[in-house]
């Protein structure tokens, strides 16, 4: 099996935490967006790993083969982004038409079964049931979850399944020719190519689909989710260490998370903190934060708070979100 990460988006929503970071290396919970997804990933017998990037993919380059150098992996760039369509299509030539290919978006966290994957012989769409599915594609399926037709962001009620960005295909070369016909016919949903309806041709040319559920589903598209899905995940993870240990004069409130080479000297943290690599922290509280590496924070009390890389927090006290090489109150 194949897997296709398309990451080439510029995160204008989580900005300005984005300026300088990728949407998927943005940290949470002791590693980065991209990073959880990776590891959902350890149990299946993946063959190569494609990457879709554009903006700032030279960093996502660089971020796979530092962390990941073990990985089979391939970059493909998307530099003018027309939909998550053109994304997959880009990849064609690294496709076999006999091996599945697994499509995972790379902006959503989730909590789903991949074990049936190991032996997949049909096509699997992931979902989750929400209140309000218009601005995602829903499938729309019989009792048994068999997919019917499939609506890429439908303004009329179809259907409550969402369609959660995990898309594993065996059909792969009928995925190819659906993908090449939208786009040579120009097919486009509110402007650009969409997967959604080159799997909408495939289900009209034949092809069959199941649903499966996953039991959570975490869409970092905006700062306040990215603190809640770095809540739900600090919880998942298990305290290896005492950080009383590490760092003997401060006190934490546990699920918190603290990178290496960093420095705390009497500080209150947590819960819910993820504090990244190489600050520099003393006198201060930091509480449902997550602090990018190479910060140094002094005198301060920062909750609710997402700060960019190698930023500089003096005598300031409430919600910040900010980028990298930012200044609060220069000592």
């Not at 510029?10 to 959880?36: E, Q």
């Amino acid at each position: 099996m194949k897997v296709i990460i398309p990451i080439a988006g510029s995160g204008l929503r989580m900005r300005p935490m984005t300026l300088n970071i990728p949407k998927c290396l943005l940290p949470i919970a002791g590693s980065t967006i991209l990073g959880h997804i990776l590891t959902k990933l350890d149990n299946l017998s993946i063959s190569e790993y494609i990457f879709v990037v554009g903006y700032l993919g030279s960093s996502v380059e660089s971020y796979i083969k530092t962390e990941y150098p073990h990985i089979p992996a391939k970059f493909v760039w998307q530099n003018e982004p027309q939909g998550l369509g053109e994304a997959i299509s880009l990849c064609e030539n690294l496709l076999t038409d006999n091996e599945p290919v697994l499509i995972i978006l790379g902006d959503t966290l989730f909590e789903a079964d991949f074990s049936p994957l190991k032996s997949l012989s049909g096509n699997v769409l992931y979902v989750r049931e929400i209140e309000n599915p218009k601005r995602f594609g829903v499938a729309k399926t019989d009792e048994h979850g068999k997919v019917e037709f499939l609506v890429e962001k439908p303004q009329e009620f179809v259907s409550n399944k969402a369609l959660v960005g995990i898309y594993a295909i065996s059909n792969t070369l009928e995925l190819k020719n659906s993908l090449n016909h939208i786009i040579s016919n120009n097919i486009r949903t509110r402007g650009e190519f969409q997967l959604t309806d080159a799997l909408q041709l495939m289900l009209k040319n034949g092809c069959e689909f199941n649903t499966a559920s996953i039991a959570e589903w975490l869409d970092c598209g905006t700062p306040e989710i990215l603190l809640e899905s770095n809540r739900y995940l600090l919880k998942t993870i298990s305290q290896e260490e005492s950080l009383e240990a590490r760092f003997p004069d401060c006190k934490f409130e546990y699920p918190c998370s603290v990178g290496g080479q960093t420095e705390l000297s009497n500080c209150s943290i947590g819960p819910f903190a993820n504090i990244g690599k190489n600050c520099k922290i003393k006198g201060t509280a930091i509480e449902n934060s997550i602090i990018s590496n190479g910060n140094t924070l002094c005198n301060s009390s920062i909750r609710n708070s997402i700060l960019g890389e190698n930023s500089s927090i003096n005598n300031f006290s409430g919600s910040l979100y900010t980028g990298s090489y930012c200044v609060v109150n220069p000592s």
